[in-house]
Every structure is written in C-alpha cells, then in structure tokens.
C-alpha cells in the first residue's frame, strides 16, 4: 500500500461517526463559515440544514466549499482540510438514508420529507492534512 493510500484511509477514519467541522462557503464575494455536523455515509460525506438557510442558498449560488476538521492527539494538534463541490440531495431515498442513520435527525425535522430538511452531499476534490505529531501539510488529490 502506498504513501498516499495510507494517508487517505486515516483522513476517512478521522470522518467517521459525527464529526464536528467548520464549513466554509462563498456569499457573493465573502467567505462565510459556520460549525457543522458531517455526515460520513456509505462511503459519501453529508451535511444537514434547514432548507432556508443561508449556507442552502449559497451553495446553490456556488458549489465550492471547504471544511476543515480538528485534530487532537496527546497536547498536538493537526487538521483535515477538504476542498468540495457540495451538492443539494434531491433523491428521496438518500434523504431518507441519512435521516435515519443521524442521531440528530428527529431534534430538528419531523421526518425526511419535512420541507425544512436538506441533505448536502460534499464531494471533496482535495484533502489537505497535516497529522498531529507533524507541522507539515500533505495534499492529496482524490
């Protein structure tokens, strides 16, 4: 197994569960960021809003995104950076799947097809990480 395959499964393990990351859009010309709750479902990453929030309408206005994920190990700290082209989930039964499998869900919607609830699916294109014990930045394509 090479380098950058080692890297990529230790970047996947770090995003699964529930993970709280920063997520970063574009409003026009401004970047906006706000914490999340990622999503790392069959293999994909997600993220849930109301459908009138303002990362919703930004995202429709401009796919780019970015989120970054802290990491702690002993007193050292590290990061996970994802470029992404974030997309809003139309397809019920995805939806559904990420309704059902977020401990989160119910606190917020009534069920999967509440017309408050969007799914975001992130995309990454890149991952920049720097691992805990280290000062240095790896970027991995995907």
């Not at 090479?2 to 890297?7: A, C, F, M, P, T």
């Amino acid at each position: 197994m090479n380098h950058k395959s080692v890297e990529l499964q230790e970047i996947w393990k770090y995003l699964d569960g529930e993970p709280h990351v920063f997520l970063a859009t574009v409003d026009v010309d401004q970047p906006r960021v706000r914490p999340v709750t990622l999503i790392h479902l069959k293999e994909k990453l997600y993220v849930t809003a109301g459908s009138n929030d303002a990362k919703v309408k930004q995202i429709k206005q401009n796919s780019k995104t970015e989120f970054c994920l802290l990491l702690e190990k002993d007193e050292r700290k590290g990061t996970v950076r994802a470029e992404c082209i974030a997309q809003i989930v139309e397809d019920k039964d995805v939806k559904a799947d990420v309704f059902n499998n977020i401990s989160f869900a119910k606190e917020f919607w009534k069920s999967p097809d509440d017309p408050n609830y969007t799914v975001i699916k992130l995309k990454p294109i890149s991952f920049e990480y720097m691992k805990p014990e280290t000062i240095e930045a790896v970027k991995i394509e995907v």
